[in-house]
């Protein structure tokens, strides 16, 4: 078993809370658009991604898959999972930036946005939180891109206290972080979890 309270890598880390064991801290993860993400690299001089995730403190779970010879993504995370299938992806502008969403006409809610009507944190965490890994509740409609630093940093402590009796809790945004997202924030966000010592 890993020693939860020396400073573990992001691989120690993800392994522990997936396995439903204590780590040295909660593991975060990182998604934001690639406007948000170039203005990062810019404004903290990192030269690439894996810089910023470095000095975000980011424990960045890397996905490797073949490419596939029909895949038309040329931006998507992973490409070819659509389009092998026949699903069709566009281009769909967001005034910043765009993004490649899957075109079949109906919204997906990510279940971790929390602030949407009718949802919450406590209610999942507490009727699945024994069995399951949660994954985001970052709020990215209101906290991150129009609150305050202090704001966000009250947000990541709430969100591992609430889910501190869970199998384990990902910090992340509860989705791409947007290009109004002020740089102050986004960086408040992955100290506050360095700093927040163990879950």
Not at 119 to 127: E, G, K, V
Not at 186 to 195: A, F, S
Request: one cysteine or more.
């Amino acid at each position: 078993m890993i020693d939860a309270t020396a400073e573990m890598t992001p691989r120690e880390r993800w392994k522990a809370v997936l396995e439903g064991h204590g780590a040295d801290r909660p593991p975060c993860d990182y998604w934001a658009t690639a406007e948000v993400t170039a203005r990062l690299r810019r404004e903290l001089h990192c030269p690439d991604d894996r810089a910023l995730w470095k000095r975000l403190g980011v424990d960045k779970c890397i996905h490797l898959a073949p490419r596939h010879p029909r895949a038309v993504e040329t931006d998507w995370h992973l490409q070819s999972l659509f389009s092998i299938w026949g699903i069709v992806t566009r281009e769909i502008g967001y005034g910043s930036g765009v993004y490649c969403e899957v075109a079949i006409g109906i919204d997906v809610l990510n279940p971790i946005q929390w602030r949407c009507r009718g949802m919450d944190r406590a209610t999942p965490a507490r009727d699945f939180g024994r069995r399951v890994v949660f994954h985001g509740g970052m709020d990215n409609q209101q906290t991150l891109p129009f609150s305050s630093p202090a704001d966000v940093r009250r947000e990541v402590e709430e969100n591992i206290a609430l889910f501190s009796t869970c199998k384990g809790y990902v910090v992340a945004p509860c989705h791409n972080i947007q290009a109004n997202t002020p740089t102050e924030n986004i960086v408040t966000l992955y100290e506050t979890v360095r700093e927040g010592g163990a879950q």
